[in-house]
Structure formats: C-alpha cells, structure tokens
T-cell receptor, first 112, second 118 residues
Framework: TQLLEQSPQFLSIQEGENLTVYCNSSSVFSSLQWYRQEPGEGPVLLVTVVTGGEVKKLKRLTFQFGDARKDSSLHITAAQPGDTGLYLCAGGLKTSYDKVIFGPGTSLSVIP | EAGVTQFPSHSVIEKGQTVTLRCDPISGHDNLYWYRRVMGKEIKFLLHFVKESKQDESGMPNNRFLAERTGGTYSTLKVQPAELEDSGVYFC????????????????FGPGTRLTVL
C-alpha cells in the first residue's frame, strides 16, 4: 500500500514569513501533485512534477520533486493571508491512468 | 465554463437509509472520478469512469456503494443501506483525457457532498 505522509500537520505563521511543507513516501511515484483546498471547496491543482529533481516555481511558491521521486517539498516565500488553506500532496500512479494517492494534508494559517 | 458541480452539498440521513449523490463533470471531460474523505483521514480514491465505462473501481468500500454514469455525462453514487462509517465528504473530479493528441490529465474537483449518517 502506497502511503504519503505530510509534515507538519498544522502550521500557523505570521504574514511575511517563509515556510516549507514536506511530503514523503517509501514508494516511487510517476508524478507528484500539489493541491490547495479551501473550506467548502474541492482541491485545486497547483502544480505537477514528474522528473526526479525537478523544481517548479509558481510566483512565491517553489515545488521540488526528490531525486528518487519519493518525496517533495513546497516552499512559500513571504507568506500572505491568502495562502491560508489545506495543502495536499498526491502521488500519481502511472499504471492506473490518473489514479492518485493523497497525503493527509498540511493546514496552513497565515496571520495578518 | 462551469466547473464540476455536485448535489447535494450536504445530506443528513439515518443509518439504513439510501442516499444518492450526483456529480456533473465539466462538459466534454471523458474521465470522472469519485473520492471520499472520512473524518481525520486522507482523501481516498473510490472509482474512475472513462465515459460510461468503469475503468477502475478498486477503491469502492463494499457492495453497498453503486456508481453509475449512464450516457457518459453525469454520474451518481448510491449508498444503500448507509452505515455510520460512510459519513464523510464525497468528492467528484473530472479530467479531459486525450484531446488533440495530448493527454490532458489535470483533475478538476467539485466542492464535495458532505454526508452525515446518524
């Protein structure tokens, strides 16, 4: 059974601070996706990384896929209140179309 | 363009009753997925339709759950009879699939249906 772990589970920081969220697994994934979910809504895809060692940037967000494709990190620079939400990583299983395995999520709260 | 919609947004039923959840994917999306998050756990895959066919239903918990996608458009997920452990948020997602020679696999999620079984 493939499992994804995320840390920290909860994070509360002041506006302007930097933070990193981690996603780890003992399994190798064909791709790794990061989603953000806000209350009452479904997850929204932020990025997909597919190559070991890949780094993608989305404004103040930097995503990295581990060399062995078992782990990933999300770094946010100068966090803003609008970044508040639940950040989910999900590992893609190429053998089963687009089936993904979700991690439990990191709940981020950015205090103005 | 409308996103994925789900109905109802909330449902409260008693143990033993039947509930039917509906999902309308984005128009033109061949792939439709059902997921579920129970309290305190991660979002888990239930099943995947390609058009009207079930591609993968390995995540369906048991035979009390029945999903259909007649005509390859909207989908329903019926729980009969509902049990306490079925409570949670049920998400539907859709993706376009093969289009213009490219695989467009980004999944767009609906807002979910919160099911409470008393």
């Amino acid at each position: 059974t493939q499992l994804l772990e995320q840390s920290p589970q909860f994070l509360s920081i002041q506006e302007g601070e930097n933070l990193t969220v981690y996603c780890n697994s003992s399994s190798v994934f064909s791709s790794l996706q990061w989603y953000r979910q806000e209350p009452g809504e479904g997850p929204v895809l932020l990025v997909t990384v597919v190559t070991g060692g890949e780094v993608k940037k989305l404004k103040r967000l930097t995503f990295q896929f581990g060399d062995a494709r078992k782990d990933s990190s999300l770094h946010i620079t100068a966090a803003q209140p609008g970044d508040t939400g639940l950040y989910l990583c999900a590992g893609g299983l190429k053998t089963s179309y687009d089936k993904v395995i979700f991690g439990p999520g990191t709940s981020l709260s950015v205090i103005p | 363009e409308a996103g994925v919609t789900q109905f109802p947004s909330h449902s409260v039923i008693e143990k033993g009753q039947t509930v039917t959840l509906r999902c309308d994917p984005i128009s033109g999306h061949d792939n439709l997925y059902w997921y579920r998050r129970v309290m305190g756990k991660e979002i888990k895959f239930l099943l995947h339709f390609v058009k009207e066919s079930k591609q993968d239903e390995s995540g369906m918990p048991n035979n009390r759950f029945l999903a259909e996608r007649t005509g390859g458009t909207y989908s329903t997920l019926k729980v009969q009879p509902a049990e306490l452990e079925d409570s949670g948020v049920y998400f539907c997602a859709s993706s376009q699939g093969l289009a213009g020679g490219w695989w467009r696999n980004e999944q767009f999620f609906g807002p979910g249906t919160r099911l409470t079984v008393l």
